[in-house]
């Protein structure tokens, strides 16, 4: 083990899938996937510092919705899980500093946890492998592995089984900010039930060549013509409101826009910083939504940002 720090604070970044390809259910109830992940510039703040007992606080925009019971806050069980492996009490505060919009299909409790996995492991000086931090991320959850890692990335399985991929510079992106979120289990349910009413039976998920050359080449129009999400019906037909949102990005100059994940986030890919600040601008001013944010990605992934005794 290493020397212990007193305070840890970690930077982690939100996603947005720029291809999700569901499959059928599986008999454990998930759905194997092509998921193509990318990590933008909006981020959650994760704050250890040492304790006599687990304890959890939240603050920023819908931290009311976070849960801070520590058998059910995403970061507290990450952080019961770490002590659990090296034999140790979780005797840790964890503040979390939210940005990521709660339930809003960008990965935002996913990254708490890896927020926490990394912010306790410095914290109690435990050193844990990655690879041993990884299997912690997956049994924590699909996303948190691609939350610790960042960057782009080609999740297998049910999204944990990642594989990084190359990116050229950066891309823009505005993302609409809905009120209130979307379950993503209830969502999975509803892409099941359409997809069984109309009687289609999804191929095996594979990822789109031409999406990952896109991200290889750094090329905005390629990557807009390639943007794919199959939960976007399913996200939809819960929150038919979302259709209007996404009618004013197209309208707003965006190259495309998608539903992020589950929702009920949309999420814009423009030609430059100052499309980008054009489409947030009218994304705002046409009342769809109850924000906008432009930013970039890739983002780095789990990052140390302060650390001190
Ligand atoms: C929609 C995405 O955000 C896209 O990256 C993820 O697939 C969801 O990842 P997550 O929130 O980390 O999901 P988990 O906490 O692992 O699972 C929550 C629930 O989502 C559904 N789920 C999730 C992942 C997956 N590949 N298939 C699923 O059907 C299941 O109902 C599961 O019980
Ligand atoms: N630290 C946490 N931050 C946010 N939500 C949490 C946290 N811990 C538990 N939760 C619960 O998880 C639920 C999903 O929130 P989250 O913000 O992770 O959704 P999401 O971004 O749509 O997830 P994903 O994109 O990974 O499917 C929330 O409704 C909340 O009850």
């Given at each position: 083990?290493?020397?212990?720090?007193?305070v840890?604070t970690?930077?982690v970044?939100?996603?947005?899938?720029?291809q999700l390809a569901v499959?059928?259910p599986?008999?454990?109830g998930?759905?194997?996937?092509?998921?193509?992940f990318?990590?933008?510039g909006?981020?959650?703040?994760v704050?250890?510092?040492?304790?006599?007992?687990l304890a959890v606080t939240?603050a920023?925009?819908?931290s009311?919705?976070v849960?801070?019971?520590p058998e059910a806050n995403?970061?507290?069980?990450a952080?019961?899980l770490?002590?659990?492996l090296?034999?140790?009490e979780p005797a840790?505060?964890l503040?979390?500093?939210?940005?990521i919009p709660?339930?809003?299909?960008?990965?935002?409790?996913s990254?708490?946890a890896?927020?926490?996995?990394?912010a306790?492991?410095?914290l109690?000086g435990?050193?844990?492998?990655?690879?041993?931090?990884?299997?912690?991320?997956a049994?924590?959850?699909?996303?948190?592995?691609?939350?610790?890692v960042?960057g782009?990335?080609?999740?297998?399985?049910?999204g944990?089984?990642?594989t990084g991929?190359p990116v050229?510079?950066?891309f823009?992106?505005?993302?609409a900010?809905?009120?209130g979120?979307l379950?993503?289990?209830?969502?999975?349910?509803?892409?099941?039930?359409l997809r069984?009413?109309?009687g289609?039976h999804?191929?095996?998920?594979?990822?789109?060549?031409?999406?990952l050359d896109?991200?290889r080449d750094?090329?905005?129009?390629?990557l807009?013509a390639?943007?794919?999400?199959d939960?976007?019906?399913a996200?939809?037909?819960?929150?038919?409101?979302l259709?209007?949102?996404?009618?004013?990005?197209?309208?707003a100059?965006?190259?495309?826009?998608?539903?992020?994940?589950?929702?009920p986030?949309?999420?814009?890919l423009?030609?430059?910083?100052?499309?980008?600040?054009?489409?947030?601008?009218a994304l705002?001013?046409?009342?769809t939504?109850?924000d906008?944010?432009?930013t970039?990605?890739?983002?780095a992934?789990?990052?140390?940002?302060?650390?001190?005794?």
């Open positions: 083990m290493g020397s212990p720090a007193q840890v970690v930077r970044p939100a996603k947005v899938n720029v499959g059928p599986r008999a454990d998930f759905h194997d996937l092509a998921n193509v990318l990590a933008v909006i981020h959650d703040h704050t250890a510092a040492p304790a006599d007992a939240c920023g925009p819908g009311d919705d849960p801070l019971d995403l970061a507290a069980r952080a019961t770490l002590a659990a090296h034999g140790i840790v505060r503040h979390i500093d939210k940005d709660v339930a809003g299909g960008m990965a935002g409790g990254a708490d890896a927020g926490a996995l990394l306790c492991d410095t109690w435990t050193a844990t492998p990655r690879p041993e931090l990884l299997k912690l991320c049994e924590l959850g699909s996303d948190v592995p691609f939350s610790l960042g782009a990335a080609l999740g297998r399985g049910r944990e089984l990642l991929l050229s510079g950066a823009h992106w505005v993302f900010l809905a009120e979120g379950s993503t289990p209830a969502v999975y349910r509803e892409c099941d039930r069984d009413a109309e289609v999804p191929p095996r998920p594979e990822p789109t060549p031409a999406l896109a991200l750094g090329d905005a129009h390629a807009a390639t943007l794919a999400n939960l976007e019906t996200a939809l037909s819960l929150r038919p409101s259709a209007a949102t996404l009618a004013a990005g197209a309208e100059g965006a190259l495309a826009g998608l539903v992020s994940g589950s929702g986030t949309c999420a814009f423009a030609e430059d910083a100052d499309a980008a600040a054009r489409v947030a601008a705002r001013a046409g009342g939504c109850r906008a944010r432009a970039t990605g890739p983002a992934g789990a990052t140390t940002i302060e650390s001190h005794a």
